[in-house]
């Protein structure tokens, strides 16, 4: 079992900038692909960042060239920067942690942080 913690989030100006923070339980970072996720009110979840065991690192279109997902693997913990944030990045943002083992998908998920830009 995989706990993720995630930390970070709350009310930021347009423009302005926040980290996230996902604390996981145990080193999982060389077996997991681990991601960023987010859900605004009224739409699905998004993939927004993911880096994978292997350090291939994948963003949602919307964000490229202003957020960063960054991990540090002696602290168990993944970053996401989010900078020159907009409105439309209002959401609650989701850590994940996933793996396929044979045909069987394993994922895990915090608990979720808010993130409101204020125009």
């Known amino acids: 079992q995989v706990q993720l913690v995630e930390s970070g989030g709350g009310l930021v100006l347009f423009g302005g900038s926040l980290r996230l923070s996902c604390a996981a339980s145990?080193?999982?970072?060389?077996?997991?692909?681990t991601g960023w996720y987010r859900q605004a009110p009224g739409k699905q979840r998004e993939l927004v960042a993911a880096?994978?065991?292997?350090?291939?690192?994948n963003y949602a279109d919307s964000v490229k060239g202003r957020f960063t997902i960054s991990r540090d693997n002696h602290k168990n913990t993944v970053y996401l920067q989010m900078n020159s944030l907009k409105p439309e990045d209002t959401a609650v943002y989701y850590c994940n942690a996933h793996k396929m083992v044979v045909a069987t998908s394993y994922d895990y998920w915090g608990q979720g942080t808010r993130v409101t830009v204020s125009s």
């Open positions: 145990g080193s999982i970072f060389s077996v997991y692909t």
């Open positions: 880096i994978t065991s292997g350090g291939n690192i």
